[in-house]
């Protein structure tokens, strides 16, 4: 069964692991029936700042505004059965964890949650206080999984991109889909 993925970009640093999962969904699309995305304000910024462009407007993909409340993954009818949230802001991941929905970003994070679907929070920020480790705590106890945008090294990555895409190729992973990627220790053909 196709996977029908909402992503969302929020304003953390970390904008490479947004774009390197808008490209690698875009690959498997013969895995994905939809992809919808959401930026906040800030997500702009720092993908315009972090990466030299503007060409998170350029990907297939629909895009709502932040405040479309309109948007199908607003309400569980939608049968979104992913949402990934890359990078998630400590105040993003408060803000879910308090069961606060001001904007299409947390409302779509509670409907996920309140469907018992998959919710992936790629969390950037360090150190962690203990605010941050409550909530993620609570995010984990209601059904989400946080995923730290923590790389892994393992594979030997000899760029940015390719370290970067370990924690893409985790959340794939995480997604469900099928995903050629390093694997530790397995015989490589």
Not at 103 to 132: S, Y
Request: glycine letters at 6%.
């Amino acid at each position: 069964m196709k996977k029908k993925i909402v992503v969302a970009i929020t304003g953390a640093s970390g904008a490479i692991y947004a774009r390197l999962l808008l490209e690698k969904l875009s690959q498997l699309k013969d895995q994905i029936q939809e992809v919808a995305v959401v930026m906040s304000d800030n997500a702009k910024d720092v993908w315009r700042f972090e990466l030299d462009n503007e060409d998170f407007s350029q990907y297939d993909y629909h895009f709502y505004a932040k405040n479309d409340f309109m948007a199908p993954f607003a309400s569980g009818s939608a049968r979104f059965d992913t949402m990934v949230i890359v990078p998630c802001s400590m105040g993003t991941l408060g803000r879910i964890a308090g069961g606060i929905s001001d904007d299409l970003i947390t409302r779509a994070a509670d409907v996920i949650l309140k469907e018992r679907r998959k919710l992936i929070l790629v969390a950037r920020d360090t150190p962690l206080n203990l605010i941050h480790i409550r909530n993620m705590q609570t995010v984990t106890e209601a059904g989400g999984i946080i995923c730290p945008a923590i790389p892994s090294y393992y594979s030997k990555p000899k760029t940015i991109e390719e370290l970067a895409m370990t924690v893409v190729n985790r959340v794939i992973d995480l997604i469900g889909l099928e995903n050629e990627s390093y694997r530790w220790n397995e015989d490589k053909a």
